[in-house]
Protein backbone atom coordinates (compact mmCIF):
# COMPACT_ATOMS: atom_id res chain seq x y z
CA UNK A 1 0.00 0.00 0.00
CA UNK A 2 1.36 3.50 -1.01
CA UNK A 3 2.58 6.19 1.49
CA UNK A 4 -0.12 8.44 -0.38
CA UNK A 5 -2.68 5.56 0.10
CA UNK A 6 -2.29 5.16 3.69
CA UNK A 7 -2.23 8.75 4.33
CA UNK A 8 -5.78 9.16 3.14
CA UNK A 9 -7.44 5.77 4.78
CA UNK A 10 -5.61 6.34 8.24
CA UNK A 11 -7.32 9.70 8.66
CA UNK A 12 -10.80 8.43 6.86
CA UNK A 13 -10.70 5.57 9.26
CA UNK A 14 -10.14 7.26 12.75
CA UNK A 15 -12.76 10.01 11.79
CA UNK A 16 -15.10 7.39 10.89
CA UNK A 17 -14.64 5.73 14.45
CA UNK A 18 -15.43 8.93 16.19
CA UNK A 19 -18.64 9.37 14.06
CA UNK A 20 -21.71 7.26 15.38
CA UNK A 21 -21.37 3.70 13.75
CA UNK A 22 -24.42 1.27 14.34
CA UNK A 23 -21.87 -0.72 16.60
CA UNK A 24 -18.88 -1.11 18.07
CA UNK A 25 -18.41 -4.19 15.62
CA UNK A 26 -19.01 -2.62 12.76
CA UNK A 27 -16.38 0.14 13.89
CA UNK A 28 -13.52 -2.82 14.31
CA UNK A 29 -14.91 -4.15 10.55
CA UNK A 30 -14.55 -1.21 9.07
CA UNK A 31 -10.87 -0.89 10.23
CA UNK A 32 -10.00 -4.35 10.18
CA UNK A 33 -10.98 -3.91 5.70
CA UNK A 34 -9.23 -0.48 5.61
CA UNK A 35 -5.62 -0.63 7.67
CA UNK A 36 -4.09 -3.05 10.14
CA UNK A 37 -1.06 -1.48 11.82
CA UNK A 38 1.64 -4.06 13.45
CA UNK A 39 3.15 -6.97 12.61
CA UNK A 40 1.25 -10.06 11.38
CA UNK A 41 0.66 -11.71 14.49
CA UNK A 42 -0.18 -8.25 15.83
CA UNK A 43 -3.03 -8.34 12.74
CA UNK A 44 -4.17 -11.57 13.33
CA UNK A 45 -5.19 -11.27 17.37
CA UNK A 46 -6.82 -8.13 16.04
CA UNK A 47 -8.67 -9.84 13.79
CA UNK A 48 -9.59 -12.62 16.40
CA UNK A 49 -10.88 -10.22 18.77
CA UNK A 50 -13.13 -9.22 16.10
CA UNK A 51 -14.34 -12.24 15.97
CA UNK A 52 -14.97 -12.87 19.00
CA UNK A 53 -17.06 -9.61 19.45
CA UNK A 54 -19.19 -10.92 16.68
CA UNK A 55 -19.86 -13.86 19.23
CA UNK A 56 -20.42 -11.46 21.67
CA UNK A 57 -17.27 -12.42 24.12
CA UNK A 58 -15.97 -9.13 24.97
CA UNK A 59 -13.60 -10.91 27.15
CA UNK A 60 -12.22 -13.38 24.57
CA UNK A 61 -11.68 -9.94 22.85
CA UNK A 62 -9.59 -8.93 25.19
CA UNK A 63 -7.37 -11.76 25.84
CA UNK A 64 -6.55 -11.41 22.24
CA UNK A 65 -5.81 -7.80 22.05
CA UNK A 66 -3.59 -8.10 25.39
CA UNK A 67 -1.82 -10.74 23.56
CA UNK A 68 -1.38 -8.45 20.32
CA UNK A 69 0.16 -5.86 23.16
CA UNK A 70 2.63 -8.17 24.66
CA UNK A 71 3.77 -8.67 21.34
CA UNK A 72 3.93 -4.70 20.71
CA UNK A 73 3.51 -3.03 24.02
CA UNK A 74 3.92 0.79 22.18
CA UNK A 75 1.36 -0.02 19.23
CA UNK A 76 -1.00 2.71 19.79
CA UNK A 77 -3.94 1.44 17.65
CA UNK A 78 -3.94 -1.90 19.83
CA UNK A 79 -4.40 0.19 23.56
CA UNK A 80 -7.53 2.16 21.58
CA UNK A 81 -9.00 -0.91 20.54
CA UNK A 82 -8.41 -2.48 23.64
CA UNK A 83 -10.25 0.59 24.78
CA UNK A 84 -12.85 0.53 22.39
CA UNK A 85 -13.77 -3.34 23.76
CA UNK A 86 -13.15 -1.98 27.34
CA UNK A 87 -15.91 0.92 26.64
CA UNK A 88 -18.37 -1.83 24.74
CA UNK A 89 -18.21 -4.17 28.19
CA UNK A 90 -19.01 -0.99 30.18
CA UNK A 91 -15.89 -0.73 32.17
CA UNK A 92 -15.70 2.85 31.66
CA UNK A 93 -12.66 2.91 34.10
CA UNK A 94 -10.45 0.38 31.90
CA UNK A 95 -11.38 2.24 28.96
CA UNK A 96 -10.25 5.60 29.94
CA UNK A 97 -7.00 3.96 31.14
CA UNK A 98 -6.36 1.94 27.40
CA UNK A 99 -7.11 5.50 26.04
CA UNK A 100 -4.68 7.25 27.91
CA UNK A 101 -2.16 4.36 27.14
CA UNK A 102 -3.10 4.31 23.34
CA UNK A 103 -2.51 8.35 23.80
CA UNK A 104 1.03 8.01 24.99
CA UNK A 105 2.03 5.45 22.26
CA UNK A 106 0.65 8.14 19.70
CA UNK A 107 3.51 9.30 17.47
CA UNK A 108 1.89 12.86 17.29
CA UNK A 109 -1.42 14.63 17.63
CA UNK A 110 -3.41 13.37 15.10
CA UNK A 111 -6.67 11.55 14.16
CA UNK A 112 -5.92 8.38 16.23
CA UNK A 113 -5.92 10.98 19.39
CA UNK A 114 -8.75 12.56 18.11
CA UNK A 115 -10.36 8.63 18.05
CA UNK A 116 -9.13 8.69 21.92
CA UNK A 117 -10.38 11.89 22.94
CA UNK A 118 -13.78 10.92 21.22
CA UNK A 119 -13.76 7.50 22.87
CA UNK A 120 -12.38 8.79 26.27
CA UNK A 121 -15.67 11.17 26.35
CA UNK A 122 -17.78 8.75 25.77
CA UNK A 123 -16.45 6.40 28.67
CA UNK A 124 -16.97 9.56 31.10
CA UNK A 125 -20.54 10.39 29.83
CA UNK A 126 -19.85 13.53 28.33
Not at 15 to 22: D, M, Q, R
Not at 23 to 45: C, F, K, W
Request: proline residues 3%; positive net charge; contains cysteine.
Amino acid sequence: MTKFRLAIIIPMMLLASCAGPKTETERYHRISNEYQPGTGAVTQLHREAISALDQGSIQLAIDHLQRAIKIEPRNAFSWHYLAQTYWRGRNYGKCIDMVERSISYGASKDDLDRANSALRARCLGE
